[in-house]
């Protein structure tokens, strides 16, 4: 870009984030669907069956980082289109990648920032301690940022109400939690079914997560790993080019 | 060496689909310049002012700002403009401090610079006492000066100023021009859109007007009047009714119209002092008692009015066409 270094824009893309951090955190819409929805479906999930310890948290965090993390989006871009401040960046010297780069990152920090505390009462409760911290900060982080690009990727469809993107969200999460071997193991999924979890991302955020817990990966974490990263890419790609096309080209 | 002009634009196009919403228009913006651009509701001027702020992209033509290109050369020539869109877009959630500081990050301005400037910007529009509050608590017209505070925080050299005064009282529609004429007195130019005819007429030191995406005129406010000759009048009030008297008048050789304004008559010619005399003539055959009597010439709603009026049949034509 000219006149504008990488770094200038990262510093630019953070001050979106900031600037989402203090908007949109506390909003009632986005406590519902970052708190109130993994906490209920966990219980659901947890109450009455005879689950292991050690895959509690895991089910938990997993959850909450697919909820959390992806609430930011959806709600801030609608609102932004309505009010029209999502014309500013626009107008700003600044490329569209570092403002969907900056709206992501207040998912991210959304989503940690909720899961870290989840994660953290959770096991006090039930008394379990983290065996492998690396498997459990990367699984978190990587995930965060995938289900928070998802979200953005949502929030390309156009329109200024948040109901007509978390819709279409939520018929992706939903289905997601089925075939990720959190409510049904995988070994138990036919086979359509495992492939379906092999796809998924939060199979994996949930295979790294079981690890840092003291239990095994099913897909293995280097797998993890790369379908997470590889996630990540396609969101953040097909968000730039369907953002590019809606709010930049139609309008 | 010539002064790079603050707009330049050769062919501007924007297209919908199908539908033409900008026309191939051409124009140049000079630096220091308040430069109006006026037509009625859905005639281009927010799809225009959207392209040269990088908003949208251009279908075809190409446009600069201060020498830079819009497309090609976004980052540069945003970086030296400041926008206020029709509506005043501000974070209602945050102080109007964060408002404006926001705004100079996401241009890149340094940090102390930021405090600085957005502490002179506040005091200057009387807002700094109230800086901590959050914006959502304004009214449209301090909103409006948030906005436009915010539009000035890049130090930016031009500023795009998109409907400045709609939905505004009269106290804050004096307010805001007084501003907009004291940051151009400051050398600031300024690309104004308004539909409002007396507001150009104030405002600008020349105006561009817009109709169904086309340019039809481009001039000064006066120079623009001067030119429709056709639309000059006698304005006339008479004591008591005289029935017959408007029949009387459209029979007069040199009149062209006759309009009934409340208790005036309003005698459309194009050769006043002949109508004048023939008017005369007229009185005191029939023992009138004229009370006042005004020669007026054009206004820019005379102006606009036969412009747009004119065209509008070839345009619809040519749009059907594109589509």
Not at chain 1, 35 to 64: D, E, K, W, Y
Not at chain 1, 121 to 142: K, Y
Not at chain 2, 70 to 98: C, F, H, R
Not at chain 2, 256 to 270: C, E, F, M, S, Y
């Amino acid at each position: 870009m000219d006149g504008v270094t990488r770094f200038d824009e990262l510093e630019r893309s953070w001050a979106i984030t900031m600037k989402d951090m203090r908007i949109y955190f506390l909003r009632p819409g986005t406590l519902a669907s970052g708190i109130l929805f993994p906490v209920a479906l966990f219980f659901s999930f947890a109450v009455g069956r005879n689950i292991p310890n050690n895959m509690l948290i895991p089910v938990l965090a997993a959850q909450t980082i697919l909820w959390s993390s992806s609430s930011i989006g959806p709600a801030a871009f609608p609102l932004e289109r309505r009010t029209r401040t999502f014309e500013r960046y626009l107008s700003a010297p600044i490329s569209l990648f570092a403002v969907l780069w900056g709206k992501t990152m207040a998912g991210v920090i959304f989503g940690l920032g909720i899961t870290v505390a989840a994660m953290a009462v959770g096991a006090a409760a039930i008394g379990i301690q983290v065996t492998n911290i690396a498997a459990v900060a990367i699984g978190v982080l990587l995930s965060a940022m995938v289900f928070s690009a998802m979200g953005t990727l949502f929030a390309s469809i156009p329109s200024n109400n948040p109901g007509e993107v978390i819709m279409p969200l939520n018929l992706v999460r939903i289905p997601l939690m089925f075939v990720s071997g959190m409510f049904i193991p995988i070994e138990s999924l036919p086979s359509v079914g495992t492939y379906a979890a092999l796809v998924s991302p939060l199979t994996h955020t949930l295979d790294l997560l079981k690890v840092g817990f003291g239990g095994t990966s099913h897909f293995g974490w280097p797998i993890n790993i790369a379908v997470l990263v590889i996630w990540l890419i396609v969101f953040l790609v097909m968000s730039s080019t369907l953002h590019e096309y809606f709010d930049r080209r139609r309008i | 060496m010539t002064e790079v002009q603050a707009i330049d634009v050769q062919g501007i196009t924007k297209y919908y689909d199908k539908f033409l919403a900008v026309d191939h228009i051409t124009f140049s913006v000079e630096q220091g310049e308040i430069f109006g651009f006026l037509g009625p509701n859905g005639a281009g001027k927010t799809t225009t002012i959207k392209m040269l702020t990088g908003v949208s992209t251009p279908s075809d033509g190409r446009a600069s700002v201060l020498g830079y290109d819009i497309v090609k050369q976004s980052v540069m020539a945003k970086s030296l403009m400041g926008i206020v869109p029709d509506i005043s877009n501000t974070y209602d959630e945050i102080s109007v401090w964060n408002n404006l500081i926001f705004t100079a990050k996401l241009y890149g301005v340094p940090g102390a610079r930021r405090n600085e400037r957005a502490k002179e910007l506040l005091t200057r529009f009387d807002l700094y006492d109230r800086r901590d509050e959050k914006v959502g608590g304004f009214s449209s017209g301090m909103k409006r000066k948030v906005c436009i505070a915010m539009a000035l925080m890049n130090e930016s050299k031009l500023l795009f100023l998109d409907e400045p005064t709609i939905g505004l009282d009269v106290e804050s529609h004096i307010i805001i021009h007084e501003l907009i004429r004291s940051l151009n007195e400051d050398g600031l130019t300024i690309f104004l859109t308004t539909h409002n005819i007396e507001e150009a007429s104030q405002m600008c030191n020349r105006v561009a007007i817009i109709n169904r995406g086309k340019i039809v005129a481009i001039d000064t406010p006066e120079s623009l009047k001067r030119a429709m000759k056709g639309v000059q009048s006698i304005e006339v009030a008479f004591k008591g009714e005289t029935p017959g008297l408007q029949a009387s008048l459209e029979k007069l050789p040199s009149v062209k119209g006759v309009q009934k304004r409340g208790d005036k008559i309003r005698i459309l010619t194009d050769d006043p002092p002949r109508v004048l005399k023939e008017l005369w003539r007229l009185i005191e055959d029939n023992n009138l008692e004229p009370i006042t009597m005004n020669t007026l010439g054009p206004s820019l709603e005379d102006v606009f009015l036969k412009l747009t009026g004119r065209v509008m049949e070839a345009e619809i034509i040519h749009r059907r066409e594109a589509g």
